[in-house]
């Protein structure tokens, strides 16, 4: 346990009678919220995190003076439940979001040399918010453009809650509404490589049809980017432990759970090394191998479909040169392999010089390439890019490895994503990759921890806090 105490049985669980009591397995942005939002409508909550820290797949280490986040993480203005848990943890001042969509695309593969495009939007109604920006978008052909427009109308018609989108992926459905490989590359993988981790040809026409139609034909502003100013974990470690704190949440870090059992007595165990915490429900907020070795018996039909659930990779390589090279926050780049750049420099807290990271998604291909190798790659890669570190020197290159960033959006992985209640009465499941109908995002974790939260309170008997949902009224 973090203060050397083990976790007494009356702390987690209270009097048998209450009723009241939960522990939540895993304390990443799933498992956090769903212990605020227990904690908040009066459950006494125990939380436990076999890491040292909370925040999951999205925190921060100490590198010599950076502080260095595992990857870049962004949101958009569409992400209600996460702007919530933000704001529940007195957060969103430090992860502000751009005040209208503006993302530089700079494209190094023509001859003549770089040119740079953008992806904004104009103070209109959808779609028009788009149609400046796509008219004017330079790295795709007058024909290209039009047929975007037009894919983009097709695709606002379609029907989320079809279950037939799931079976087909997306690169088969753009390129039978006409899109070239140059519109899937300069456009549509450019959204959608970074908010699905997958090229359109491996993602599911669901989720694809999702991010697309809720990012970019929902509200003019639903795509406007934002991102932490602060280390992710500053945010997701430090204020959510000082939220969770104040909440009543006993937070216990370094305390991986072995087993979860139901007893004959009415309550669940769990099992930690040494110590067993008895509560009223558990909500297993873990990765899908993780809770498929928890999960008790009986408590899923198809329990083996959670380990069908594939995940897939980021990459993301940092560079530290002596001097400032880049003027903007952000962009993203084409005729490259480089993706995604962010300038880190003032978030790590480096004083002198310029801290780039670069964020490769669906980089399955890169995951174990040697860090030499990367150097040698991507190094000239950036100076195509940003001519100004031609003259830099790197004081500092080194790379973080995600292996299972997200789960993989394959088509057909909707039929596998279960939801918050099992059969088992009193356990309920949360994490970005049970069913929220979203791609692997902090979005979609921090649903999911509401929706286990808000399943675990009506079967307690607790009301449900409107507060704590008013998101759902939002989206
Ligand atoms: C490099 C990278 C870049 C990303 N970029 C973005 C982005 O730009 N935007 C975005 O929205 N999303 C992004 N994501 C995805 C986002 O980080 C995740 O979807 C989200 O953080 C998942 O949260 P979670 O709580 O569902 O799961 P996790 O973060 O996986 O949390 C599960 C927790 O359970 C703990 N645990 C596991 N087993 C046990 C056990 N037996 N006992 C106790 N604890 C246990 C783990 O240690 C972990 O802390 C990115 C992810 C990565 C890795």
Redesign the pocket.
Known sequence: MSDGSPPARAQAGGPRTAGRSAVV???????ITAALALADAGVRVTL????PRLG???FSFRRGELTVD??????LRCCTAYRWFLDRIEGAALAPLQDRLDVPVVDVARPAGRRLGRLRRDPLPVPLHLGRSLATYPHLSLAERASVGRAALALKKLDLTDPALDTQDFGSWLAAHGQSPRAVEALWDLVGVATLNAVAGDASLGLAAMVFKTGLLSDPGAADIGWAHVPLGELHDRLARKALDSAGVRTEVR???TSVSYNENGAWSVQVPGETLSADAVVL???QR?THE?LPPGALDAPGRLLEIDTAP?L?IHVVYDRRVLARPFFSALGTPVQWVFDRTHASGLRAGQYLALSQSAARDEIDTPVADLRERYLPELERLIPATRAAEVQDFFVTR?RT??FAPTPGVGRLRPGARTKARGLYLA??WTATGWP??????VR?GVSAADAALSALGRPRPRHLFEFEEAA
Do not use: D, F, K
């Open positions: 397995v895993g304390g990443g942005l799933a498992g436990l995190e076999g890491r999951g797949l999205a595992n990857g870049q993480h962004v949101y305390t991986r759970v907020a873990v990765p993780e928890l980021i993301n995600e960033a997200t994490g970005a692997a995002t902090m979005e979609g974790a999911s």
